[in-house]
């Protein structure tokens, strides 16, 4: 069988990515510039800013990325496109790049959900296998995704407020931690002690999540504090913090394997390089049994890599677009 090679471009937040990707599997190359230091002062992305950045960085990407496989155009199979969602300014701008590589190339355009991408970078460390049920934790994100073949998702659960990501850089903004927070509270709650007593946001028997209870209960006590002139133990909250936080995840994640008889699990998304979330989920698996896959941190932030895999199995599937495609700042996993 022919080797297919896949270009993937993913430009839906403040990442401007291309990448070149052999049968799903195997990376070839990737060029990923990020915008991290630029939307660092302003505490978080700044949407007309990133649209801006990738307008600029979207041609030296593309060009790098070629040569750093050994690769022309005439030579890639597919061009793949985060279309959604996203900062919609954001997108446009990957989607427009990969249409007109289509138009000029005659080039199959293949329309990849960002969340699929996600999932689909456990691929490039392992050959998935079904039925599996993805956790997919990430900025905007939280739900879990049961699928029983390839491109087949089924979300039977996911938050209804804020998402995990979006939760923990909240807090950090809360407790005077640079944007963005999660990594921090992550390293600071391994020095401190779960002293703070904090709500599990949701105890119910659906599949859902909620973090907004949560953070809202740090923002009070932190103010609470501060007017009785307290100080508060940043490490001492942070592991207060995250220790409810990822226990709403894994009692879903435990409900979800038992309820749907799943012996495969995958995490996605970048809150899957917190540290904490990938040992107790590891303990988890063990526990029950079933086998775990977590990316490497490299494919667990926003990277073309995954855009790639994902679009080699959506190409496979014939998931195949046409140039009225459009970019979805929303849009659910399907």
């Not at 049920?133 to 939280?142: C, F, K, P, Q, Y």
């Not at 220790?243 to 749907?260: D, N, Y």
Request: aromatic share 6%; hydrophobic share 40%; net charge neutral.
């Amino acid at each position: 069988m022919k080797d297919l090679y896949i270009m993937g471009i993913e430009s839906s937040c403040d990442e401007t990515s291309v990448s070149i990707v052999k049968n799903g599997t195997t990376e070839v190359a990737t060029v990923i510039s990020s915008q991290i230091d630029i939307h660092k002062s302003y505490g978080g992305v700044v949407p007309e800013i990133a649209s801006r950045e990738h307008v600029k960085n979207i041609t030296i990407v593309l060009e790098e990325c070629l040569e750093k496989a050994h690769m022309t155009m005439e030579e890639i199979d597919a061009i793949a496109v985060t279309y959604g969602p996203g900062l919609i300014g954001s997108l446009l701008i990957g989607l427009e790049a990969a249409k007109t590589l289509s138009f000029l190339y005659n080039k199959p355009l293949i329309p990849v959900h960002h969340i699929a991408g996600h999932i689909y970078a456990n691929s490039l460390v392992k050959e998935l296998a079904f039925p599996l049920l993805a956790v997919v934790v990430s900025g905007g994100h939280t739900e879990l995704v049961v699928m029983r073949k390839h491109y087949d998702f089924r979300k039977i659960g996911g938050t209804l407020d804020d998402a995990i990501g979006e939760c923990y850089d909240k807090v950090a903004r809360v407790i005077g931690l640079e944007y963005p927070g999660g990594p921090k509270i992550d390293k600071l709650s391994s020095l401190g002690k779960k002293t703070y007593k904090l709500p599990i946001p949701l105890k119910d028997d659906s599949y859902n999540f909620s973090f907004s209870g949560l953070k809202s209960a740090v923002i009070n006590l932190v103010h609470n504090e501060q007017q009785h002139n307290r100080e508060i133990n940043k490490e001492d909250l942070a592991a207060s913090f995250q220790s409810v936080a990822i226990e709403e995840i894994t009692t879903k994640v435990r409900k979800a394997i038992t309820e749907q008889n799943i012996k495969n699990v995958l995490v996605a998304g970048g809150v899957a390089a917190n540290n904490a979330l990938r040992n107790a989920l590891t303990s988890l698996a063990n526990e029950l049994n079933v086998n775990l896959s977590i990316p490497p941190l490299k494919y667990c932030t926003d990277n073309a890599t995954m855009i790639a895999a994902a679009g080699f199995y959506a190409y496979k599937a014939g998931r195949i677009a046409d140039l009225r495609l459009n970019s979805k700042s929303q849009d659910e996993l399907k």
